[in-house]
């Protein structure tokens, strides 16, 4: 199974890095909407990812812990608008989001170490102080 992770992640990769969403340059002239593909790009993998749900839901599948593949609502959260406004805040800055930003550290760009390390740091307070901060927004 790790193999098969390994090679669907690889080839995840490949793909960001072939329609350009590796580039800083792209990512910025998508964000200021002089160059619209990426959001085709996005567009398109929520088509695919959506036939592929409603393929996986109609053949019965389950998932790693066997309950039957479907999207639950997640609860909305005080904290939402923050995180929302601090993910976009980093894409824009780094030009980069998760999931390109190991895609670029597969194309060498060193750079983007530090946007995981971000990610990392990131990740951590919230684990640490989350529900405090949400406690707060809430408070207010």
């Known amino acids: 199974m790790l ?3 390994l ?12 329609v350009d969403a590796t580039s800083y340059t792209a990512i910025s002239k998508m964000f200021q909407l002089q160059d ?17 749900l409603a393929i996986l839901r109609r053949r019965g599948a389950y998932d790693i812990q066997g309950q039957s593949v479907t999207i639950k609502p997640k609860p909305r959260k005080a904290g939402n608008i923050v995180g ?17 930003a190991l895609a ?8 983007a170490l530090f946007t995981v390390g971000g990610i990392l740091v990131g990740t951590e307070i919230y684990r640490q102080f ?5 406690g707060a927004l809430l408070r207010k």
């Open 7 to 18: 090679l669907f992640g690889a080839l995840f990769g490949f793909i960001l890095s072939r």
């Open 130 to 134: 989350g529900g405090e901060i949400e």
């Open 36 to 52: 619209l593909h990426l959001m085709g790009v996005i567009g398109g993998a929520i088509v695919v990812a959506g036939i592929g």
């Open 104 to 111: 670029q550290i597969g194309e060498g760009q060193l750079l």
């Open 3 to 5: 193999f098969i992770n």
């Open 84 to 100: 929302s406004l601090f993910f976009g805040a980093g894409w824009a800055i780094t030009g980069t989001c998760p999931g390109t």
